[in-house]
């Protein structure tokens, strides 16, 4: 068995069909096992016989879609690719706050234009790209919480890769994900 978490886009947890239990009950009836959430923001940890992660995005979506009306989003990272995250400590001597964001954002599919990753020159003030780790499919950035244009980047971000192929979570959240994993 392979450990793998999925990030979802467009959770809410506001709505009945999106709370934690009905995405658990999603992934136990795809036959995963040891199937939890992290947070009430579309994060599940899962074990699955080991498979690829575009096989698995696409079987966890159409089941999303289906049985509970959620359209699009799902992006799979395995276990290992996030162990090998967290460890080369993307973020060194910066702690996440308020005022702060240390950011991974997951782009799906394994061959990225990596010329159309904004290193050190982000498409807004706020947001400075500091890596692409391409392993884990993440661009690593720090966003400046305390300038309201952030969401700029999360536009160009989706204009450059498709919505429904991002999705941004705190590198928190991350080794939140991964703990989960390892327990």
Request: charged share 20%; proline share 5%; glycine share 6%.
């Amino acid at each position: 068995m392979t450990g793998y978490a999925a990030f979802l886009r467009g959770i809410m947890p506001s709505n009945p069909n999106m709370r934690n239990e009905k995405l658990r009950a999603v992934f136990e009836g795809l036959g995963y096992e040891q199937v939890t959430t992290l947070l009430s923001s579309g994060n599940v940890t899962f074990q699955a016989r080991e498979t690829a992660s575009a096989t698995l995005e696409s079987r966890i979506q159409k089941a999303l879609n289906t049985e509970l009306g959620i359209p699009g989003g799902t992006l799979i990272r395995t276990r290992d690719q996030l162990h090998d995250l967290v460890a080369s400590d993307p973020f060194p001597g910066l702690t996440h706050c308020r005022e702060t964001y240390l950011t991974v954002t997951f782009i799906k599919g394994a061959h990225l234009d990596l010329a159309a990753v904004p290193k050190d020159e982000s498409p807004s003030p706020t947001i400075r790209v500091v890596a692409y780790d391409e392993a884990a499919g993440a661009i690593l950035s720090i966003i400046d919480n305390t300038d309201p244009n952030t969401p700029a980047f999360m536009s160009w971000v989706e204009k450059q890769y498709g919505k429904d192929n991002v999705t941004t979570r705190t590198f928190l959240t991350v080794q939140k994900a991964l703990k989960k994993l390892d327990s």
